[in-house]
Nanobody, 119 residues
């Protein structure tokens, strides 16, 4: 059973930074694609970023390119999302997810962590 637990959310001023982390349990999770998604009130959940098991392939939503950086530490089964230059468009519940087959289908999800940006 794979469990994902996010941490690092909070309140930050516009222009500031936050670092989210997602710790995973499960012996094979280190080879899964990992991703982050976000959902703001009244909006659909949207893709933020993903990273392949090796870290060699990373994808970002256009809205966060150049501001967010996703990394992973397979020894610790952890992925981290460094978010810089946060704007009033970034507040949402951020959830991490795992894609076991690198198919784009995320089978495992965390509970999410709230990110709030004050102007």
């Amino acid at each position: 059973q794979v469990q994902l637990v996010e941490s690092g959310g909070g309140v930050v001023q516009a222009g500031g930074s936050l670092r989210l982390a997602c710790a995973a349990s499960g012996r094979t999770v280190s080879i899964y694609r990992r991703g982050w998604f976000r959902q703001a009130p009244g909006k659909e959940r949207e893709f933020v970023a993903s990273i392949s098991w090796s870290g060699g392939n990373r994808n970002y939503a256009d809205s966060v390119k150049g501001r967010f950086t996703l990394s992973r530490d397979n020894a610790k089964n952890t992925v981290s999302l460094q978010m810089n230059s946060l704007t009033p468009e970034d507040p949402a519940v951020y959830s991490c997810a795992a894609d076991p087959l690198h198919s784009g289908i995320y089978a495992h999800w965390g509970q999410g962590t709230q990110v709030t940006v004050s102007s």
